[in-house]
C-alpha cells in the first residue's frame, strides 16, 4: 500500500511561487507537454467563468478546485517532484507568463513594474547578480531547455526571452501553441476597454484569479513508489477524486476521533466502489449537496461545503458531526448508483430512470435522491413520470431556459428532505408543467439537432403507436440498434436542397428510426431511392405516420408541408405519451 505523508490545500502561487519548494518534473518519468488547443480553450472558458463568479463577490466562487497534484516530498531532498498534475501547473504557468507580457508591452511605469514581479514572484528569479536563476516549475528533460527558453529566461530589460532553440519536437510546439492562444486571448479581452487603467485593472484581476483563486491537493509521497501506485489509482480506475478529495481531507480535518475518520474512509470506500467513471463521482458529490441544500455550481461547490459544514463542526457542543455526515454520504451514494444505472428493483421505475438517462435531464436526480431518502421507491412511479413531462414539455421539445426548470427542481428536493410531503412537492411540480395548447404549439416547431434526444422522442412515440395498434412484438429502440433518420437529407443534391434547409432538417417531422447504423450514403439518398427503407420497417414511426407526404413525386421535390403535416399527427401523440399535470392531479 502506498504510503501517503498528507494531501493539503494548495493555491497554484503556493504550487509555483517563490520561497516555495521547487516543483520538478523527474526525467525518468518521460512526460511531455501534451495539451492541445481543445484543453487549452476548456481551461480558458473555465478559468473566465470563474473570473467573473469572483468578482459577483459571492464567497462560495472564492475558490476554484482544478484537481489534484502528486509529489514526492522526501524528507532528505529539497523540493518537490511532479508525478502528475504537469499539464496544469504547466498550462497555468504559460498563462501567468502571457499575462506577464502583455503587461510588459503596455509600456506604462506600473504595467512594466507588474510584469515584473509577475517573474520574480511566480515563474524565475536570481537572488543575486552571479547567483543561477531558479526556476519555480522544472520540466523533464525533453522539455526543460525549450521551456526556459521561450518562456522562463525573460529580460526585465527588453521584456522578451532569448527564444534561441528551435521547437524540434511536438510538445515544444504545443507549448507554443499555448502561449501564443493564451496572448491572442487577452488581447481579444482588453480591446473591450477604453484607458489603459481599465486594462490593468483586468490583467491585475486575471493574475489574482490564477495566483490565489486557483486550488489544488496536492498528495504528498515519501517516494517514487508510493508516489506511482497513487497515481496509477487514480489513473488506472479514471477517478480522479478532484473536488470529492478536497471533502474528504476536510472531513479528516475536522474528525475528532479515530471512529469518526472510520466513517469517512468507509464512506470513501463506497464512493470509489460503487461508480465507473469520475465524472459520476463529481456529480453525485454535487447532486447530494443540491438535493438538501439547493444549488450550488461546480466550480464553487468545495468552498460552499466546507463554509457549511464548518459551521456545523465547530460549533460547542457539536450537534451534528463528521460520523453523521460521512453515515448520510454513503447511504445517498448507494441510491444515487441505482437510480442513474435504472437498477432499483423496480421495473416500471427503472423503465422510467431510463427514459431519464436517454434524455440526459441530470438536473432530476438531486430531487430523485431526495425522495428516495425519505420514501420507497415504489412510491415515487408518480414523481418521476411527471417529473419526465415536465422535463420534455419545458426543455427538450419546449426549448425554454433550462436555468428555471433546475431552480424549481433543486428547491423541491430541498423541501423534500427537509420534511415537506410527497403530496406537496407534486402539486407543484404539476402546476410547472406547460399545458396542451402550449406543448402542442411547441411540438409543431420544434427541431431536435442532439440525436440522443431525437431518438429517444421517436421511441417513446414507437412504442405508443405499438400499444395503440395492439402490436405486441417487442423491439430494442436503444443506441446502436436503431438511429434517427432524416427522411430529407443533411445533404441533399444541390438542386433538391430546401431554400431554408436548416430549419426543415432537424424537424421532428422529417426524423424517424430505422434498424442498425446509420449508412451516410444511403441517408442522404433522394426520397424514391430509399423509400423502400420505410415501407419495409418493422417500425410504426416508418411506416404508419405519411412519411411519403414529404416528397412530390411529380415535381420531384421535397414537401415542407409534407414535413409540416407528419409533426402534425406526431404532436397528437406526444400529447398522450407525455401528459400534462392533470394525470397525477
Not at 501547473?89 to 509577475?118: C, F, H, Y
Not at 524565475?124 to 518562456?151: C, H, N, Q, T
Request: hydrophobic residues 35%; charged residues 25%; glycine residues 6%.
Amino acid at each position: 500500500m502506498a504510503i501517503i505523508k498528507q494531501a493539503q490545500r494548495q493555491t497554484l502561487g503556493q504550487l509555483i511561487g517563490a520561497n516555495n519548494p521547487v516543483v520538478t518534473v523527474p526525467d525518468d518519468s518521460q512526460r511531455q507537454y501534451a495539451w492541445t488547443k481543445k484543453e487549452v480553450d476548456v481551461y480558458w472558458a473555465d478559468i473566465e467563468k470563474f473570473m467573473e463568479a469572483r468578482q459577483s463577490g459571492s464567497e462560495s466562487a472564492s475558490e476554484y478546485f482544478i484537481g489534484p497534484v502528486v509529489t514526492i516530498t522526501a524528507e532528505t531532498k529539497q523540493g518537490r517532484s511532479l508525478l502528475d498534475g504537469q499539464q496544469r501547473l504547466t498550462t497555468s504557468t504559460l498563462l501567468i507568463a502571457a499575462i506577464r507580457d502583455v503587461l510588459w508591452g503596455m509600456k506604462s511605469p506600473e504595467g512594466v513594474s507588474s510584469a515584473n514581479n509577475i517573474q520574480r514572484d511566480y515563474i524565475a528569479r536570481k537572488s543575486g547578480r552571479k547567483e543561477p536563476m531558479e526556476y519555480f516549475l522544472v520540466l523533464s528533460l525533453f522539455d526543460r531547455d525549450f521551456f526556459r527558453d521561450y518562456i522562463q529566461d525573460w529580460s526585465e530589460i527588453t521584456g522578451e526571452c532569448p527564444r534561441i532553440e528551435e521547437p524540434s519536437r511536438p510538445s515544444h510546439r504545443l507549448i507554443l501553441d499555448a502561449y501564443n492562444n493564451f496572448r491572442t486571448k487577452i488581447g481579444t479581452r482588453l480591446q473591450v476597454y477604453v484607458d489603459d487603467e481599465s486594462r490593468l485593472d483586468y490583467l491585475d484581476s486575471l493574475r489574482e484569479c490564477l495566483i490565489n483563486g486557483l486550488v489544488f491537493v496536492e498528495i504528498q509521497t515519501p517516494s517514487s513508489s508510493d508516489a506511482n501506485e497513487v497515481f496509477e489509482t487514480i489513473n488506472s480506475r479514471g477517478k480522479d477524486l478532484s473536488t470529492v478529495d478536497l471533502v474528504r481531507n476536510f472531513l479528516m480535518e475536522k474528525s475528532r476521533s479515530e471512529f469518526e475518520k472510520s466513517r469517512v474512509n468507509d464512506a470513501w470506500r463506497s464512493l470509489l466502489d460503487g461508480f465507473d467513471r469520475r465524472e459520476e463521482i463529481e456529480k453525485f458529490l454535487r447532486h447530494f449537496w443540491v438535493s438538501t441544500h439547493g444549488d450550488v455550481k461546480s466550480h464553487s461547490l468545495y468552498a460552499t461545503i466546507r463554509k457549511d459544514l464548518s459551521a456545523h463542526f465547530d460549533k460547542r457542543p457539536q450537534e451534528y458531526t463528521v460520523g453523521a455526515f460521512a453515515a448520510e454520504l454513503e447511504g445517498a451514494a448507494g441510491r444515487y448508483a441505482e437510480l442513474i444505472t435504472g437498477n432499483t428493483g423496480y421495473s416500471e421505475f427503472d423503465a422510467t430512470l431510463g427514459e431519464i438517462k436517454a434524455m440526459g435531464a441530470d438536473a432530476l436526480y438531486p430531487l430523485l435522491l431526495s425522495a428516495s431518502g425519505r420514501y420507497p421507491y415504489s412510491a415515487l412511479q408518480d414523481l418521476v413520470e411527471a417529473c419526465v413531462s415536465y422535463y420534455v414539455r419545458w426543455t427538450v421539445v419546449g426549448r425554454r431556459e433550462s436555468t428555471l426548470l433546475e431552480e424549481n427542481i433543486f428547491s423541491v428536493a430541498k423541501e423534500i428532505s427537509k420534511g415537506v410531503k410527497l403530496d406537496a412537492v407534486m402539486q407543484k411540480i404539476i402546476g410547472w408543467i406547460p399545458d396542451d395548447e402550449t406543448f402542442g404549439a411547441d411540438f409543431l416547431g420544434a427541431s431536435i439537432p442532439k440525436q440522443s434526444q431525437a431518438r429517444y422522442l421517436l421511441a417513446k412515440v414507437e412504442h405508443h403507436l405499438r400499444f395503440k395498434n395492439d402490436v405486441h412484438e417487442e423491439v430494442v429502440l436503444g443506441d446502436g440498434k436503431v438511429h434517427v433518420d432524416n427522411i430529407y437529407p443533411q445533404k441533399p443534391e444541390g438542386e433538391l436542397r430546401l431554400e431554408d434547409h436548416e430549419d426543415w432538417v432537424s424537424r421532428l417531422g422529417n426524423l424517424t428510426l430505422l434498424a442498425g447504423k446509420r449508412n451516410q450514403a444511403v441517408a442522404n439518398l433522394s426520397y424514391p431511392e430509399k423509400a423502400h427503407l420505410y415501407s419495409s420497417s418493422a417500425l410504426l414511426i416508418s411506416t404508419r405516420t405519411g412519411i411519403d407526404r414529404l416528397w412530390d413525386g411529380e415535381g420531384w421535390r421535397w414537401r415542407v408541408d409534407g414535413i409540416m403535416a407528419r409533426q402534425a399527427k406526431l404532436a397528437e401523440y406526444a400529447l398522450e405519451v407525455w401528459p400534462n399535470g392533470s394525470r397525477w392531479a
